[in-house]
């Protein structure tokens, strides 16, 4: 990635890399080369805004019938579908509100829970050498080959055995810890499988890994010389690590803490397996819900408004900090 | 003063000696629970009959049987008593799948910025603020919206053919492909072994719009890190535009690109959400990966043995996968570094 020198230019020129600095001059295109490449590139352009000027014209649109032909600009700015999604997004007795909370609680929560157990660990590996380093980083490792769904089949068995029943008896028990005295099954109250917290610790369990690796890969670039230099002044190593270590590496906490984010936000594979109750719901489940074999009972204009809410938090987040992510998932992914 | 000096030092060394583990407990334990232990409660339940019925009890259930490698066979052996399911059909389209996406990907990426980056070109900003879209708008959101637009009767891919075939054909009749049904390879014999239905033709398109513009952000910074004066000298030399191309802009993308092409493989290798979402694997399992299997095996079919049996088949794919990707980045570093 070229760096640019110039910060204090605006964020989005700076995130498109593009040359302000006017050295434009030299060698100019020929004329029909110039009209050539544009061609080109406005082909480019139309195939890359077909699909959202598509979605975002049906979200504009208030005729709830399924489309019949191919409209690509807004004829009416109607917020019908936004207000209806809004309003009552499914069928289900759950509101906007609800599944936003949902969404947002599980992927803050678990991008937050992974970054803060994750960095002592990453400090760990990038700065001591100890007995066993490398195998314990193999072993961190490890999980980040398997893929989400890998890890599914047995989170879903042990976080279905956590259960909250009322027994006969007016006692609680806590499967698999405590059981109902008299062994009679009892009422169900809480299953953690079935659960948002149960679902946030399976997604942890492969965030936390990534987080270690990401945090130690940056940690890794960030030069020891003023580490070492309050070492002499006398700092140990804890004070080292919480006043020199953490407030240099708060940005690449913040674009962890965001990958993250942007990660479990349209998590779908965990939530789908392990949710069964409407009220849990989340964003992307309620897209899902809205779309091919369900198609048909959703107005498309409703699917359409669903579809520009649920990209816009994640484009957003994204553009702010695309550099940072272009960058960390190359060489992240280098390291795997 | 010697002695206390010494204590003292001693006394730092072994607080050093245990402070990284200090460091690394909290991370550890947590990941013991939570990754670790299922990894290894994986193993163990892959060699069972588990099912639904031992949900509640787990290993204790009375009737659970260890049923030693049978899962793994009837996965290999293609016994499953699923239909058209066969591991090797599907473990080739995955890789094909994956591979097929990548080389289509970095080159039409490296093209396009190759393009932005010709000096003079006008609108250039518009052009790349544009072309930056697909990277932002979430995967998830990319697929669901597809998948609408490949609809068989109200979808906006058959709109637009219907569109163009009246415009230039004179054909006014509207067309339905039936993308995600149609069982008959339009290309028989393309892919040996694993037939290639219009569902992977359409699930290509539409991750084609969302992968190429990520590999020409990463070429694009490749690109503006070549000095100019390369050029220059090149076609002071008389080295033709195309000649440049080869001989100056390919070699040294080469460094950049390569990781983002391993990238880009490991992602649609395991690029669920397109697949799940668009085909569900169809039709008749002609364009199901390893995780949508998978997936269904667990949520489906329930049958949490086998399940877990083929995510320790996955995990073993994957470990190769990594290894050759690995040897593949590593060769170019060395590359760099002559």
Redesign the interface.
């Known amino acids: 990635?070229?760096v640019n020198p110039q910060s204090t230019k605006n964020m989005?020129v700076r995130?498109?890399?593009?040359n302000t600095s006017g050295q434009?001059a030299?060698?100019?295109?020929p004329l029909w080369k110039?009209l050539v490449?544009?061609l080109?590139?406005l082909i480019?352009?139309a195939?890359?805004?077909?699909?959202?000027m598509?979605?975002v014209t049906l979200s504009f649109s208030s005729i709830t019938t399924?489309?019949?032909?191919?409209e690509l600009f807004p004829k009416e700015i109607s917020f019908v579908a936004y207000r209806q999604v809004l309003d009552r997004p499914t069928g289900n007795p759950v509101t906007f509100i609800e599944l936003l909370r949902n969404s947002f609680m599980l992927s803050m929560g678990v991008g937050a829970a992974a970054l803060v157990?994750?960095v002592?660990?990453a400090?760990?590996?990038s700065r001591?050498k100890?007995k066993m380093?490398e195998v314990?980083m193999i072993?961190?490792f490890?999980?980040l080959?398997?893929?989400?769904?890998?890890?599914?089949?047995?989170?879903?068995?042990?976080l279905?055995?956590v259960q909250v029943k009322e027994c006969k008896s007016g006692e609680t028990a806590i499967?698999?810890f405590t059981e109902c005295s008299d062994g009679g099954k009892g009422k169900l109250q809480f299953n953690l499988r079935d659960s948002l917290l149960g679902v946030g610790?399976?997604m942890?369990?492969?965030a936390?890994?990534f987080a270690?690796w990401n945090l130690k890969g940056y940690l890794d670039t960030i030069p020891r010389e003023l580490e070492e230099a309050a070492a002499i002044d006398g700092a140990?190593?804890n004070q080292t690590?919480w006043q020199i270590v953490i407030p240099l590496a708060v940005p690449q906490l913040a674009v962890t803490f965001f990958l993250g984010f942007?990660g479990h936000?349209?998590e779908?594979?965990l939530t789908?397996?392990f949710l069964s109750q409407p009220k849990d719901y989340t964003l992307?489940m309620t897209?899902?819900n809205?779309?091919?074999q369900y198609?048909n009972s959703i107005p498309?204009n409703r699917?359409a408004a669903m579809?520009v809410i649920?990209?816009l938090p994640?484009?957003i987040v994204?553009?702010g900090l695309?550099k940072q992510i272009?960058g960390g998932?190359?060489?992240g992914?280098?390291k795997? | 003063m010697a002695a206390i000096a010494k204590s003292s030092f001693r006394k730092t060394k072994t607080k050093n000696a245990v402070l990284p583990y200090l460091y690394l407990l909290p991370a550890f334990l947590i990941m013991g629970v939570i990754t670790f232990y299922p990894l290894i409660y994986q193993v163990i339940i892959s060699f069972t009959n588990f099912e639904t019925t031992h949900l509640l009890l787990g290993l204790k259930s009375p009737d659970l049987r260890f049923i030693g490698l049978q899962n793994y066979i009837d996965i290999f052996t293609a016994a499953l008593p699923v239909e058209n399911f066969n591991f090797f059909r599907v473990l080739e389209f995955n890789f094909w799948w994956a591979l097929s996406n990548v080389i289509l990907h970095v080159p039409a990426g490296v093209l396009i910025a190759t393009l932005l980056n010709a000096e003079g070109l006008w609108f250039k900003r518009i052009y790349r603020a544009v072309y930056i879209l697909p990277v932002v708008v979430p995967p998830l959101v990319v697929a669901t919206v597809w998948t609408n637009i490949f609809d068989e009767r109200y979808g906006a891919m058959n709109q637009l053919l219907t569109n163009i075939s009246a415009a230039f054909l004179g054909n006014a009749d509207p067309i339905y492909i039936r993308w995600f049904e149609d069982v008959k390879p339009p290309i028989p014999g393309f892919l040996p072994g694993a037939p290639l239905t219009l569902a992977y033709y359409a699930m290509m398109v539409a991750n084609f719009w969302l992968g190429w513009p990520f590999m020409s952000v990463v070429a694009t910074g490749a690109l503006q890190s070549i000095p100019k004066d390369l050029y220059e000298a090149a076609s002071i030399d008389g080295a033709t535009p195309v000649q440049q191309f080869w001989g100056i802009t390919v070699p040294l993308l080469r460094p950049a690109m390569i990781p983002a092409a391993v990238y880009g493989f490991t992602l649609s290798f395991n690029l669920f959400n397109f697949v799940f979402f668009m085909s569900g694997g169809g039709p008749a399992r002609s364009t199901e990966l390893l995780v949508t299997f998978a997936y269904n095996l667990v949520r489906n079919l329930r049958w949490y043995g086998v399940a877990a049996a083929f995510a320790v088949i996955i995990f073993g794919v994957a470990l190769i996968v990594f290894l050759i990707t690995n040897r593949i980045t590593r060769a170019t570093q060395n590359y760099m570094e002559a």
Request: hydrophobic share 60%; glycine share 4%; no cysteine.
């Open positions: 990635m070229a989005f995130i498109m890399n593009i434009t030299g060698r100019s295109l110039q490449f544009q080109i590139a480019i352009l195939s890359v805004m077909f699909p959202i598509y979605i399924r489309p019949s032909k191919l157990i994750a002592t660990a400090y760990a590996f001591f100890f380093r314990l072993l961190v490890i999980p080959l398997m893929p989400a769904v890998g890890l599914s089949t047995p989170l879903y068995l042990l279905n055995q499967l698999p610790i399976a942890t369990a492969s936390l890994p270690v140990d190593a690590f942007i936000w349209q779908f594979v789908w397996l992307a897209l899902y809205m779309t091919g198609a498309w699917f579809a649920v990209a994640v484009a994204y553009i695309q272009v998932l190359t060489t992914g280098v795997g």
